[in-house]
């Protein structure tokens, strides 16, 4: 493999200049770099037409650096961590490069070998905790294995040496209690549990390099906090280095020293993380910074890429990310671009910067008058032109007390024996034309809240008052009348459509459910108008959902929304399934829409700068009850309740110097079925008071909207 | 653990009382007088009068239902029409041989099925997973109606090694054994490498990969328990159909087990033995299929 190795970058003539220019960037480490891949190539798929998924990367960390590998869905960044560790999926092959770990070239060992080294002195975390452990095993027996794998004979046939050392791993890891936990199953952890596990794991081996595949994406921003803490703190404490993989731009500025930028199967920009965020040098790094919602951004659209990524089943002539360049020269489409130093510890794969430094910059600083710096916080208070209240305005839709409890059925004859109190009293206001984000963790009722505001879940109490009626009390047939007003879009837009089922026919169902338009043709009109207005063109009506990529499906599920002409549109998490850059694509049409028809959004989401973006008001959610609610500055700029703080400050940002205080929350959100006594935060509040256990507080107006359900004493009203 | 076991044997209980009831009425479910229907439509006014009443249907149904389970209380299902004998006795002679026939058969199943399904699952798309699978197929196709004469033929005839049928010595074993052994052992195969497939493709495997754990270790440890749980649905159905009586199989060797024992009883018309072996499998397939629960709660923590 080695010397197909060697042949291959022979001919790739930008590769090994690539090289070269990572070699100058990793200056600072290289006598010593725990890792350094040189032209690595892998393919997927048959020898016939097969996918280059990496084509040619080049990296280097030393140790006890963190690198980031950034880009989005498809890039290849998973693809690089698997052949790293030469794990990767059947049909999959490295073709071609060389992976040093600690001075031995790993591509050439025989698996016998290798095994030795997985798990040892090279490990890895995965993306989807609650199904990387296995069921049947507990999770102590789980660690016992790796730790027996990598620890020599004479000492594993100890069991209460192994046993000893399990719990001592369990521990580091911040695993309370871990005599008792060592015989849990991985059912009974919650998320963030299983990925200490994962890590308890991966430490088992004393390794070198930890390989973090999306460690935190899965898990909610408090436990990603208290996750990303820990991995640094291991890090700290053994000095390994870490390649850590990530589609998100917060979680790099917070963990990283370094990153390297993936697109379509190449890294085209590495930097210093300093660098890197006060100014990207690839067209597209700024582009995905720039994509990126935050408050400084309400005023005006976001920024997107037009088009996909490429296949890469083909072969390239020119830059990958041309055809999309807002940038692009005559020369992008012919000449590979190789790599040019930007500075010291800044490379860029692109020829905007091959006359010089300058060059780049000039082509930067051109394109800076559009857009937001990214230093600027998702937190910044947001224009007060978008945040005044419509005075008088008498709110379109209103909850009061609402109430979706689920039973909890037990036994032979499935007797209830308590309830799942999913949403418990819940009021919430919306108002004409405007948008109000229902902010929470997983778990924490919002999407329930959504579902038994349109009772698509039947509310077991409480109001939903919407034109002077309660919906929560209405004659079935009145509700379906209703339903023209009320329309939801869904997280997951690949499971959100019926495949069997033409695109013209999903959008138009509703106009003839409802009797909106009955003739066909006429139908065939709006849907087509429809499709346009939502950027996916007339000619989408005729096929099928598979055609079409994860954003256009989102715009046709708005589409879909939008054909009944409603009023109010529950988006459940729109954009959580989405690469950023189409993320901005769907926020921009969304803002859009509302100016355009006064659309109400009642927009249910956990990510805070989606939120500081779009919202005029935000309420935020915890177990199943409200603990604050205001205008989005107040709320994102002076949260009063600790959970809210905790929340915000958990929240990465790109900003180096926002200085925010960290509030570390310890544990996990109890279960909705047995909520706490008192207030239901108070056993991980970090200022609870023993008289937050003896009732649920009631709500403290700081002024006319701004209104949060905690102690006067705590919140200083 | 224990209230969910207590759940399943519960629930069994209700199913069994079912099965008991229904069975009781199945000898009223026959179109027209049973009786008519035992004896023919010559027996004589006396005869059909005299066996009414050693049914007991001349009483009224609730007190007929009654005598009916008091009498499977005390293990009493009445007596054979042919030759007078209780019908639990005449059961408990045939009912070893069944389970014997049926443990062997399931034996050679899991020693043949468990390494081919391994085999098959370990080098996918290639040769060995081609020919265990044509193996399978051809086990399926084949029916045993076929496969037990050509035993017979070739390994009782030609060849004189084992007796023809019966069951006399070990040696009479060993035919209806493979006849049985080899179509369970070709859908097991089947099981085992789809289930086994599925869970290669976990995440979880991956994880136990990352570990640095070898082929075997991680087949062994981590993927062959979470492929057990459908292996084991389709074997509890099988054993099930297995302990009721391979009727074919076990007429095909003239092998005194239960399901010999209900074709001869049909034949005859011996309704009393015909409703004790239908009781006796149908009860047979509540208690395997209970046991195939509990085993999953054994296995499956999650289910607990």
Redesign the interface.
Known sequence: MVEQAGAERGVAGPEAGAAGAAGAAGAAGAAGAVLEVRGLRTQLGGAARPVTVVDGIDLRIAPGETLALLGESGCGKSMTALSL?R?LP?GGRIVAGSVCLGGHELLSLPEREM??????RM??I?Q?PQ???????RIGAQVA??VR??EDMDRTRASAWVADRVQELLRAVGIPDPERRAED?P?QLSGGMKQRV?IA??L??NPRLLIADEPTTALDVTIQAQVLQLLKRVQRDTGMAVLLITHDLGVVAETAERLAVMYAGQIVEQASCAEFFAAPAHPYSRKLLESLPTAAKRGGQLAMIPGRVPALDQSFAGCRFAPRCDRVLESCATTEPDWQAVSQDQQVRCLLWRAGPSSGVAAASAQAADVAQPGETAMAPAPASALAPKLGAEPLLRTEGLKVWFPIR???FKRVVGHVRAVDGVDLTLNAGETLALVGESGCGKTTAGKGLLRLEQPTGGRVTYGGQDLAQLAPARMRRLRKDLQIIFQDPFASMNPRMLIGDIVGEGLQALGIERQAARRRERVAALLERVGIGAEAMTRYPHEFSGGQRQRICIARALAVEPRVIVCDEPTSALDVSVQAQILNLLKSLQQDFGISYLFITHNIAVVSYLAQQVAVMYLGRLVEQGPVADILGNPRHPYTQALLSAVPSIDPDSGREQVRLSGDMPSPAQPPSGCYFHPRCPVARPECAQAYPEAVHLDAQHQVNCLPEIVGA | MG?QLA?RL??AAVVILGVCTLVFLLLHLVPGDPVEAMLGESARPADQAALRQHLGLDQPLPVQYWNYLAGLLRLDLGQSLINQRPVAAVIAERFPATVQLTLAALALALIIALPLGVLAARH?GGPLDSAAMGFSVLGLAIPNFWLGPVLILVFSLWLGWTPVSGREGWSSLILPTLTLGTGLAALLARMVRASLLEVLH???I?????????ES?LLW??AL??AALPILTLLGLQLGGLLGGAVITETVFSWPGIGSLLVDAIKARDYPVAQGCVLLISLIYVVVNTLTDVLYLW????VQ
């Open positions: 560790m794990l059947l095994r030795m080294l997985r798990g040892g490990a890895m995965f989807e199904t990387s452990l296995n069921p049947v095993m294995e790796a794998v990598h199953y059912h994962m794991i991966a088992a081996g037990r036994g032979l | 209230a759940a519960g629930a996918r976990e995440d979880y991956r994880t136990a990969r990352a570990k640095g754990l070898s270790a440890r981590h328990r979470n296995i499956d923590p999650r």
